[in-house]
């Protein structure tokens, strides 16, 4: 009888000890890391990149407001956030620094913002935009951007802006250029639409400003600047 107690301690013991090895071993195990589902990717739940881009001013434009073409251009540089919402939806927002530049036409009909001729003429923004857009994804893809779609809404605050007028003065080859700061007849903010239809890393995009930029100067409106630009959009996203 002490010899059968004896052996059902021993072996009681021993199970004992192998339970207890065995949930020690348990409650110590984790996840492998290649099981656990990446968020951050061009195509997954949470992506952000910088981007850059350069867009030109369009017609149609307003009487009096005639630039130069190909001289009347802007730069943008900033962040780029999206959030994936579905396979086929996604939503976003950029901050970013933006110049603009519009070069007035001289001619007979300038008005803008008056009809004095120069030689050269034009007005610089130096701007803090956000943008809103609503992103539609096309086609299958991996973790790329693939081809999509946004729209949305931006604006513009302007930081600091010139006017710049550059005259002969005694002889052909002689100027003087003269640079006026802030003028007061120009608004501080802008905003308008944006359409973007890209492919990965490239895109083409349309901005339509719906504000209008100038003041009223003594009840008088003066002649906007052509409200459209459409330009080249780069994203320079890299593959996780």
């Known amino acids: 009888m002490k010899i059968f107690c004896s052996c059902f301690f021993i072996f009681a013991l021993l199970f004992g000890l192998d339970e207890l090895h065995a949930q020690k071993v348990l409650l110590s195990e984790e996840p492998a890391a290649d099981t656990l589902q990446p968020v951050w990717g061009q195509n997954r739940r949470h992506y952000a990149h910088v981007f850059m881009g350069m867009y030109f001013a369009t017609p149609p434009e307003t009487k009096g407001g005639s630039v130069v073409y190909g ?15 579905s396979k086929f939806c996604a939503f ?8 603009s530049v519009f070069n007035v036409l001289q001619d007979s009909k300038k008005l803008l913002p008056n009809s004095i001729l120069h030689e050269k003429e034009r007005y610089i923004f130096n701007s803090a935009g956000l943008s809103v857009f609503q992103r539609i994804n096309f086609g299958r893809r991996g973790n790329i951007l693939g081809k999509y779609l946004d729209v949305g ?15 002969k003065v005694n002889g052909p080859s002689e100027f003087v250029d003269s640079y006026f700061k802030n003028p007061g007849y120009i608004k501080d903010f802008q905003y308008g639409l944006l359409l973007r239809a890209g492919w990965n890393n490239f895109a083409l995009e349309a901005n339509y400003r719906l504000s209008d930029m100038f003041s009223k100067i003594n009840n008088s409106s003066l002649p906007e600047t052509p409200r459209l630009s459409v330009g080249l959009d780069l994203a320079l996203a890299f593959r996780n």
């Open 92 to 99: 976003g927002t950029d901050l970013y620094y933006y110049k």
């Open 153 to 167: 809404v931006h604006g513009l605050l302007n930081v600091a802006t010139r006017y710049h007028v550059r005259d």
């Open 71 to 85: 001289l009347s251009n802007a730069f943008g540089m900033g962040l780029r956030y999206k959030y994936k919402l």
